[in-house]
């Protein structure tokens, strides 16, 4: 896989897409490398058998207009199993209100996540900050504030195990 290292600053970018490469996006300092959804996703991962690494990022503005909303919106269609890996480590994600029916910062599908350390602020009043459609979803060490329903939903055929988290409104 790539890396792409992001300096201090704040990067808009219109919903990125990717279904073939396995990437490591680094930020130097999550309080201060802040990448803007311009009103829409901000990535969107669709691949098979990837590894994708976000981590020291404020993900902020986030608002796709589809039911999968989210500043990562991550799928794939295969029906053979958890076909990638997704990493969040140490990121924040505010003001990613949902305009669909599940959530606000984070869809899951497919895939084996992992989320360490990072912190969700929710601005929107439906949906939750993590959806799990399938797959399965280890979170730790993490704060979810919820303004909304849920804070972390899944459907019947996903796994979360979720330790040592902080919740609240």
Partial sequence: GRTIYLLNGEYATNAIEDSSLSLTILGQDKNRVIVHGNENYIFKITGENLVW???????????????????IISFS?????????????????????????????????????????????????????????SGNLDISGSAILQKGNYALTKEDSATVTANNNWWGR
Avoid: M, R, W
């Fill in 77 to 133: 269609s295969s029906t053979t199993g958890n076909d990638y890996n997704l990493n969040i480590i140490n990121c924040s994600f505010t003001n990613n209100p949902s305009e669909g029916n599940y959530l606000n910062s984070v869809f899951i599908e497919n895939a084996n996540a992992n989320i360490e350390e990072s912190t969700f602020i929710s601005s929107g009043d439906v949906g939750s900050s993590v959806h799990v459609a």
């Fill in 53 to 71: 690494k976000f981590e020291n990022i404020k993900f902020a503005g986030a608002n796709s207009p589809s039911q999968a909303s989210g500043a």
